[in-house]
T-cell receptor, first 113, second 109 residues
Framework: TAGITQAPTSQILAAGRSMTLRCTQD?????MYWYRQDLGLGLRLIHY???????GKGEVPDGYSVSRANTDDFPLTLASAVPSQTSVYFC????????????FGNGTRLTVT | GQNIDQPTEMTATEGAIVQINCTYQ??????LFWYQQHAGEAPTFLSY??LDGLEEKGRFSSFLSRSKGYSYLLLKELQMKDSASYLC??????????WGAGTKLIIKP
């Protein structure tokens, strides 16, 4: 089972350019999430989706957008990248239920120059 | 505001026992998770506590005291492969996960 697949693994992006980080899961989980992880900080939620067709803003949504056209895919778009968006981005999914753990993809390391 | 506190770094010896503490102040409580994250990899789920007490899973155990806003992860018979960061996360009353910054555990031979 693949679980969650993220692409690309890493990317160097010029400031002002746009980019879409891809995330696909094959576990049929309803909920999906995008986090960023920066040194010394806990994981911070960017956007989430509780089910296909719905999305919500997390703790740090500015500069990012998402869509959830179907259950499996949850792409994250940076419309105009800035250096402060340099980070490691993790996509995750979970079953419904408060005790359902998150399953994470392997992450995308993004550097904005 | 909501806050999760964990030590930044801990060192332990192979074969020994180590306890990683996590204290939290959150708006409500709907469970506490521990995750393991090896360097350069994704976090993976270790344990979930929602009731007070100790949950044991092989070499790993997790404890919760809701009245004290406190949890710990206990790792026994440490192995070199246990060198990783350990992340504590609390689900608040809105069912949002609040994450600690993680504890980097270094295992020495």
């Amino acid at each position: 089972t693949a679980g969650i697949t993220q692409a690309p693994t890493s990317q160097i992006l010029a400031a002002g350019r746009s980019m879409t980080l891809r995330c696909t899961q094959d576990m049929r989980h309803n909920a999906m999430y995008w986090y960023r992880q920066d040194l010394g900080l806990g994981l911070r939620l960017i956007h989430y989706s509780n089910t296909a067709g719905t999305t919500g803003k997390g703790e740090v949504p500015d500069g990012y957008s998402v869509s959830r056209a179907n259950t499996d895919d949850f792409p994250l778009t940076l419309a105009s990248a800035v250096p402060s968006q340099t980070s490691v981005y993790f996509c995750a999914s979970s079953d419904s239920g408060a005790n359902s753990p998150l399953h994470f993809g392997n992450g995308t390391r993004l550097t904005v120059t | 505001g909501q806050n999760i506190d964990q030590p930044t770094e801990m060192t332990a010896t192979e074969g020994a026992i180590v306890q990683i503490n996590c204290t939290y102040q959150t708006s409500g409580f709907n469970g506490l998770f521990w995750y393991q994250q090896h360097a350069g990899e994704a976090p993976t789920f270790l344990s979930y506590n929602v009731l007070d007490g100790l949950e044991e899973k092989g070499r790993f155990s997790s404890f919760l005291s809701r009245s004290k806003g406190y949890s710990y992860l206990l790792l026994k018979e440490l192995q070199m492969k246990d060198s990783a960061s350990y992340l504590c996360a609390v689900m608040d009353s809105n069912y949002q996960l609040i994450w600690g910054a993680g504890t980097k555990l270094i295992i020495k031979p």
